[in-house]
């Protein structure tokens, strides 16, 4: 049985993952949190126990300082934490140096997001192949578990659609992942997530259409749909992590990504990103001095974390999923809400933040076990979904299933060249 977590990020993610790996510190056993800053993963851990969010008492949680692009030093917290499970919620530009950190020292591993070079955006599909399918087969040789993409989206919408293929339905037509968010944090602009890594991903938009990849224009193509307890909201096609690794592991014939937007974001965004605002590209600013655009606009926007407070409303994540069962075609839509207040009221933080790091903590969990203790390297769609879907049941991310749902209507997708 493995135990022990050392949690690398001290970010809003990084927050919640504390929270809950300390609530479960029985199973979990001691809990390092590790950053770049150490007064960070100190605040985390004030949180906690203002909360009063220790199962165990006599169980550790301490926290540490590390350059999470330092394998060697990575390996030396490892050992000297005698940590056996690596949460990684730091930026997605570490994943592949935890990852091999992991390997190395043979412990176990997970990410909430795909693996990015801060040079690179977008790139050509899958990007699993880039770079985390290619430490596979030495996840094989040497017996570790490393799970990918283990956040709601991706990770518990990953193992939504594994329970569709094994439960609900015979063939798959269709596959629309859906995100929304339905409140109000009383900022003029802000992103839930880190502003950088957020922003990004609104430079292409891949998607999974007819068993082939489709390029479409960012913010070109909307829906309006009828949520459960939110209501009707507008969403966008948008590319994102899971297309990545469903599109190979789930036989469907499209696979798709849709992330909710008000007219506010949208004016903002498209006024940031015509005078440059979002650009990765460093330009000179000064003799000598160069600074990546994007970089400076995450240094003038809200931090994530410190939108929790305030915050009120509620989100919705969900798969439409249309296919046949037993030759009668079906739909059904597997969603969960959450909401920012009763979040807030139990881990400090806002709900964004909660579903993204909820379902790595649950995944532990489920490693400490045994359960999902995988001893190579997998997506979460290639985990038995059960076990997982139950499990968050009871930790504050109750799934829904509606059969027979409003039926999302999306408009022909085709590819676009020179987009």
Partial sequence: MKKNVLIIGAGAVGHVVAHKCAMHNDVLGDICVASRTQEKCDKIIESIHHKKNMKDTTKRLYSRTVDALDVPALVKLIEDTNSQIVINVGQSYVNMSVLEACIQAGVAYMDTAIHEDPNKVCENPPWYANYEWKRKQRCDENGITAILGIGFDPGVVNAWCSLAAKEHFDTIDTIDILDV???????????????????????????????????????????????????????????HDELHSLSKNIDANSI?????????????????????????????????????????????????????????????????????????????????????AVCYQEVEAQAISYTAGVPPVAAAILIAQGIWDSKTMVNVEELDPSPFIELLNTMGLPTEIIENPPVFVSPQIEHLENV
């Fill in 181 to 239: 968010n339905a409140g109000s944090h009383g900022k003029y602009f802000a992103t839930n997530f880190d502003p950088e890594i957020n922003l990004r991903e609104f430079k292409k938009v891949w998607t999974w259409v007819d068993r082939k990849w489709v390029q479409q224009k960012v913010h070109s193509i909307r829906v309006d749909y009828n949520f459960p307890v939110v209501g009707e909201c507008p969403v966008y096609l948008t590319g």
């Fill in 256 to 340: 798709r990504f849709w992330m909710g937007f008000g007219d506010h974001y949208l004016n903002v965004f498209n006024v940031l990103k015509n005078i440059g605002l979002t650009s990765e590209i460093p330009v000179k600013v000064a003799p000598g001095i160069e600074i990546a655009p994007l970089k400076f606009l995450k240094a003038l926007l809200p931090d994530p974390a410190s939108l929790a407070p305030g915050y009120t409303g509620k989100t919705c994540i969900a798969n439409y999923i249309k296919g046949t069962k037993a030759g009668v075609g079906k739909s059904i839509l597997i969603y969960n809400n959450c909401d920012h």
